[in-house]
């Protein structure tokens, strides 16, 4: 098992940036991808970006420039750093963590608004 605590969402204004935070716990050492997805009302969950354990990422070409994705796994935490933030960026984000099976995090809300 593996749990998956999100931070670092909030309010900010067009053009801003954010650090969303994933922090996993339990049974780390068999995970192999972690991601950021997001979803916002009345839509499906999309994925943002993923980043692989030998660090290989993916980022959806929404945010291609404007997004990163990192690890620490020192902290076995997943980043997201969101710069040039567009209101429809206006989104729940989702971490995830894959080990044969697909975890997710309770997810933290991004509103991007002046």
């Known amino acids: 098992q593996v749990q998956l605590v999100e931070s670092g969402g909030g309010l900010v204004q067009p053009g801003g940036s954010l650090r969303l935070s994933c922090a996993a716990s339990?049974?780390?050492?068999?995970?192999?991808?972690m991601g950021w997805y997001r979803q916002a009302p009345g839509k499906q969950r999309e994925a943002v970006a993923t980043?692989?354990?030998?660090?290989?990422?993916y980022y959806a070409d929404s945010v291609k420039g404007r997004f990163t994705i990192s690890r620490d796994n020192a902290k076995n935490t997943v980043y997201l750093q969101m710069n040039s933030l567009k209101p429809e960026d206006t989104s729940v984000y989702y971490c995830?963590?894959?080990?044969?099976?697909?975890?997710w995090g309770q997810g933290t809300q991004v509103t991007v608004s002046s």
């Open positions: 995830n963590a894959f080990d044969g099976v697909l975890y």
């Open positions: 980043i692989s354990s030998g660090g290989s990422t």
């Open positions: 339990g049974s780390i050492f068999s995970i192999n991808a």
